[in-house]
């Protein structure tokens, strides 16, 4: 990137800009509002409606009700009702009455569902963001999902999350996954700031000094998503299925960009909180950044970051997906924000700039959540609109310092 081009004047200060991202963020509200289910909130098509077969989820219940949450706090009408209605689906239909923990749809549709960290980590992240909001029933949903995670889910012995169970709690699966602590990372942060229990800001730290400081770092600051109970990588895991929305094979530059953003979240909560913030918290957090750039961004000759890539950093999907620029522009502005330097400013704007550009739909609402390799819009990975999650916190984060978590820094804007 050119740095010298102009004099530089950050955007993340700048009122238009400001003022853009606000109005970015309520459309995105208007759009979501239609996902709401008597049993939850379901998956928008590409023109903002239920499908008739739409039924309840409990990721996008969880990831709406954070997101109204956030929303309400920010002062905006009409968003209270559903974050009580995200509360009374994941205290309801969505959990396991008879096992404990959620479901990852309503039983009638998931007879046999397990019970993942990934889930739970966003039904945490969701009910402490009901209760910064001061929603009913929050509270009790709160003491629920952490508790769960205490008797199930944290493995103090490796730090770091497990990661399935059958829905009894028995058959753990022969894996651990680095998206799951990723995700646990994020709520573990929001946890800290609504319980003021500092273990959960080391048990954050735990995670990323494995997955990140350890592993990732040895390679190269290519984020390893796939390893044994022992903590193995699994570098062929899903070869024959590369483009798993959730699991897929190689490395995700995306996750590179939101691991390098929470490294940044972490070591200001740790600051915050008096504790000892690691010196390399924001170098792993530069590496990560510059290397999803390097090997993500237009490296098959049309602008863009890849979906995945092989392990010698060749492009394996090519398909851009809405989440990965949401994350890359909030990694930029945190960047940014932490370090002053222009380069960060620089890729923020590319990042916004192409976002607005080919993913945001000014026709039908939201943002298109994927193109295929001539970016254009696909429906290979992910069909429909869904997500609210991403983009929302994508135009919320800029605005915001780096600490508090995303709902208690509202709190005290």
């Known amino acids: 990137m050119d740095n010298n081009n102009y004099t530089f004047s950050s955007w993340l200060h700048a009122p238009g800009h400001r003022h853009w991202l606000e109005q970015e963020g309520n459309r995105l509200l208007a759009f979501a509002k239609a996902a709401k289910l008597p049993q939850g909130f379901g998956n928008l098509d590409d023109q903002g409606r239920l499908p008739a077969d739409a039924h309840a989820e409990t990721m996008n219940t969880a990831r709406m009700t954070h997101s109204f949450a956030m929303a309400h706090i920010r002062g905006i009408p009409g968003c209270a009702a559903l974050v009580d209605h995200g509360i009374a689906a994941l205290s309801g239909p969505l959990r396991d009455a008879e096992h404990g923990g959620w479901f990852c749809a309503p039983l009638e549709y998931a007879a046999d569902t397990g019970k993942a960290a990934y889930l739970h980590a966003f039904v945490a992240l969701a009910a402490s963001s009901a209760v910064v909001a001061g929603r009913p029933g929050a509270q009790v949903l709160l003491n629920d999902a952490i508790q769960i995670i205490h008797s199930h ?66 390679n190269d600051f290519q984020v390893i998503e796939h390893f044994s109970l022992d903590w193995q990588p699994l570098k062929d895991y899903n070869l024959e299925n590369p483009a798993d929305g959730f699991r897929p094979f190689g490395t995700t530059p995306g996750h590179a960009f939101e691991w390098a953003r929470l490294l940044l979240h972490l070591e200001a909560s740790l600051q915050r909180a008096q504790m000892p913030a690691p010196y390399w918290l924001v170098e792993d957090a530069r590496g990560l950044f510059a290397n999803a750039c390097r090997y993500g961004w237009n490296v098959d000759g049309k602008p863009g970051i890849v979906y995945t890539l092989d392990w010698e950093n060749h492009p394996v999907v090519r398909h851009r997906l809405h989440w990965t620029h949401c994350e ?80 208690s820094g509202l709190a005290l804007v």
């Open 153 to 218: 889910f944290w493995s103090e012995e490796e730090g770091a999350m497990r990661e399935s169970f059958a829905r009894d709690w028995s058959g753990e699966e022969a894996y651990r996954g680095a998206n799951s602590n990723m995700h646990s990372t994020e709520a573990f942060l929001a946890l800290a700031d609504v319980t003021g229990d500092a273990r959960w800001l080391t048990r954050a730290l735990s995670i990323v000094e494995r997955v990140i400081h350890g592993h990732a770092v040895a």
């Open 328 to 407: 890359a522009a909030a990694a930029a502005a945190s960047l940014l924000q932490r370090t002053g330097e222009h380069v960060y400013e620089d890729w923020y704007r590319v990042f916004w700039e192409f976002n607005e550009t080919l993913f945001i739909d000014r026709e039908h609402g939201s943002w298109r959540h994927e193109l295929n390799p001539d970016n254009l819009p696909s429906a290979d990975i992910w069909g429909g609109k869904p997500d609210l999650y991403h983009a929302y916190q994508a135009v919320l984060l800029p605005m915001l310092p780096l600490a508090p978590s995303l709902a």
